[in-house]
Structures are given as C-alpha cells and as structure tokens.
C-alpha cells in the first residue's frame, strides 16, 4: 500500500493550464477505471472533483478535467483561477476493498 | 444535503484508545458503504478502513490493522472507529466519508461527503 506518486508542487499564471500526474502500479491506477481526485483547502474536508478518471460531479466547474494513461492518472486545471489555489489528491481503488492516495500536490496561482 | 459529523476525538497518552464517531443525516445510511481517511499534520491524506452498508465486510490499511476497528449501528445512523494501543504517528485528524453504493469496493462515485473531521492528538 505504497502512497501514489505526485508533484510536490505545481504553479502556473491565470488563465493558464496545469497539470498534476499521479503515478502508481497496475495493482492501482494502472488495473481499474477507478482513480478520483479530490482538491483540499487549507482547515477544511477534501471534495471530489473527478472520479473514474475522467467523470465531473454535478454542479462542478468544466475547467477540471481527469486522464489516465497506463498507471499514471492525471488533473488538468484549464483557466486556471486564484480560487483553484489549494492541495489535490488522487486516488485510487487498489483492489480487494482497499484503496491509495496520493502523496498530494500544492497548486499556486502566481 | 447529505451531511456527516464526527466527534470523539481529543488527547490520548500513548498506548491509550478511543472511539470516534461518525453521525449521519439526510441520506439512507444503511444502503451505503462508508470509509475512514486520515490527515497527519502538515501531511497527505491516508486510507484507514472500510466497512459495508450491513456492516458484513470491513478491511484496513496495514498501518492499522489489529489495532483499529470500523463499526457502524445503521439504526443509529452512526459509523464509528475503535482505535487501541495508539502510537504518536496515529495523531491526525480522522475524516469520515461515503461510498456510492453498498459494496466495499464500491468507488464509482469517489468518497462524497466527507464529514469536517475530528482530531486525535497522541502525545503523554
């Protein structure tokens, strides 16, 4: 049950896009549909923004968007806002009722 | 809205327990899966336990297990989390949140909601 594997950190400008990876094994990522993201800010609960890879809650903004390739899952913030500034998480169903979460990765908005 | 709200954490000395408590409301409790996922101070989120809407199947990360137990009471609408012989690194704040469905492994929808956590500080 290793943590899956995330920048540290990642920044961009407004109005710009980035990208946070996140990196596991085929027992994780890479063996089911099944990875969320989740954006935390600083004294407050996590809220997903993703789940299955690529799938948006209702109600949550377009500028999010999730990806997978082989184990490697990844958040693309398009646009990016000062209100987007905050740590996200994935996650990722590890089989046999476990799952995996990232290791975390801090967006700035510079 | 569906809402959780944890309680029973505090300051424990090591080797000590508690019980945290997970109260739900404005969903039916019962035809859901829940989870526990902890924080550690200034670190990333960690999976702790899982159990099923009957409370029939449960499981733990292995930095917990033998030593945390998840429970659920679904007339009560309550999950809980027994943790013993607590250790410093078991300081954190405790997050509950909810599956999509009744299974263990049932993470279509991701964990939504999560309650605003409780915090357990282990220290003598």
């Known amino acids: 049950q290793s943590a899956l594997t995330q920048p540290a950190s990642v920044s961009g400008s407004p109005g710009q896009s980035i990208t946070i990876s996140c990196t596991g094994t085929?027992?994780?990522?890479?063996?089911?549909?099944?990875v969320s993201w989740y954006q935390q800010f600083p004294g407050k609960a996590p809220k997903v923004m993703i789940y299955?890879?690529?799938k948006r809650p209702s109600g949550e903004s377009n500028h999010f968007s999730g990806s997978k390739s082989g184990n490697t899952a990844s958040l693309t913030i398009s646009g990016l806002q000062a209100e987007d500034e905050a740590d996200y998480y994935c996650?990722?169903?590890?089989?046999?009722?476990?799952?995996?979460f990232g290791t975390g990765t801090k967006v700035t908005v510079l | 809205e569906m809402q959780l709200l944890e309680s029973g954490g505090g300051l424990v000395q090591p080797g000590g327990s508690l019980r945290l408590s997970c109260a739900a409301s404005d969903f039916s409790f019962r035809n859901y899966a829940m989870t526990w996922v902890r924080q550690a101070p200034g670190k990333g989120l960690e999976w702790v336990s899982v159990i099923r809407a009957d409370g029939g199947a449960t499981n733990y990360a292995d930095s917990v297990n033998g030593r945390f137990t998840i429970s659920r009471d679904n007339s009560k609408h309550t999950l809980y989390l027994q943790i013993n012989s607590l250790r410093a690194e078991d300081t954190a704040v405790y997050y509950c949140a909810k599956l999509s469905c009744t299974s263990i492994s049932c993470y279509q929808a991701g964990f939504d909601p999560w309650g605003q956590g409780t915090q357990v500080i282990v220290s003598s």
């Open positions: 085929s027992s994780d990522v890479g063996g089911y549909n099944l």
């Open positions: 996650c990722s169903y590890a089989g046999g009722g476990t799952y995996v």
């Open positions: 299955e890879v690529n």
